[in-house]
T-cell receptor, first 115, second 112 residues
Framework: AQSVTQLGSHVSVSEGALVLLRCNYSSSVPPYLFWYVQYPNQGLQLLLKYTTGATLVKGINGFEAEFKKSETSFHLTKPSAHMSDAAEYFC?????????????FGSGTQLTVLP | DAGVIQSPRHEVTEMGQEVTLRCKPISGHNSLFWYRQTMMRGLELLIYFNNNVPIDDSGMPEDRFSAKMPNASFSTLKIQPSEPRDSAVYFCASSLKIYEQYFGPGTRLTVT
């Protein structure tokens, strides 16, 4: 069975500082991996995804993530935080279930950006 | 594209009442998902449909919950009777690639 662990339910960074949100997964097959972002009172929005190919993937708003199979990790980074990045971020893993694929979400990391 | 549309956005009801949440997926998407989000349990998949057929309802908490998708452009999630512990934000999502989901804005349900 697949699972996702997000280390740190709350992360605070200063505006302009590096953002690093950690995600580790467990999957019995090559996974598809995702980061979603949820702004207050909104639904989740896909930030970026890894399916196959290049292990460093770039997403919207300057975010990127690197798939490291040996570490079973898919950490999310952004070189310089902006106030508008304050939101909750969810890592998700997808693997085949029967004839389809399902997403399993992590518990989320609340990012606070300090002025 | 209008995105996934959910109604109502907020619902307050009394324990024992029937609640119906509605979802219109993105046109052309063939999969639809219902999720529940709470502080305690996070984001939980309740049920998902593929081509209007329920594929996995193992996340539906109990018989009080039911979901239907009568056609490709409409789905409902019904709770009857509702209980205070059902209070949560309910999200509908749709996708063409089953793992790349587009979420609606959610319905915030409060059961008193």
């Amino acid at each position: 069975a697949q699972s996702v662990t997000q280390l740190g339910s709350h992360v605070s960074v200063s505006e302009g500082a590096l953002v690093l949100l950690r995600c580790n997964y467990s999957s019995s097959v090559p996974p598809y991996l995702f980061w979603y972002v949820q702004y207050p009172n909104q639904g989740l929005q896909l930030l970026l995804k890894y399916t196959t190919g290049a292990t460093l993937v770039k997403g919207i708003n300057g975010f990127e993530a690197e798939f490291k199979k040996s570490e079973t990790s898919f950490h999310l980074t952004k070189p310089s935080a902006h106030m508008s990045d304050a939101a909750e971020y969810f890592c998700a893993v997808s693997e085949p279930v029967g004839s389809a694929r399902q997403l399993t979400f992590g518990s989320g990391t609340q990012l606070t950006v300090l002025p | 594209d209008a995105g996934v549309i959910q109604s109502p956005r907020h619902e307050v009801t009394e324990m024992g009442q029937e609640v119906t949440l509605r979802c219109k997926p993105i046109s052309g998407h063939n999969s639809l998902f219902w999720y529940r989000q709470t502080m305690m349990r996070g984001l939980e998949l309740l049920i998902y449909f593929n081509n209007n057929v329920p594929i996995d309802d193992s996340g539906m908490p109990e018989d009080r919950f039911s979901a239907k998708m009568p056609n490709a452009s409409f789905s409902t999630l019904k709770i009857q009777p509702s209980e205070p512990r059902d209070s949560a934000v309910y999200f509908c999502a749709s996708s063409l690639k089953i793992y790349e989901q587009y979420f609606g804005p959610g319905t915030r349900l409060t059961v008193t």
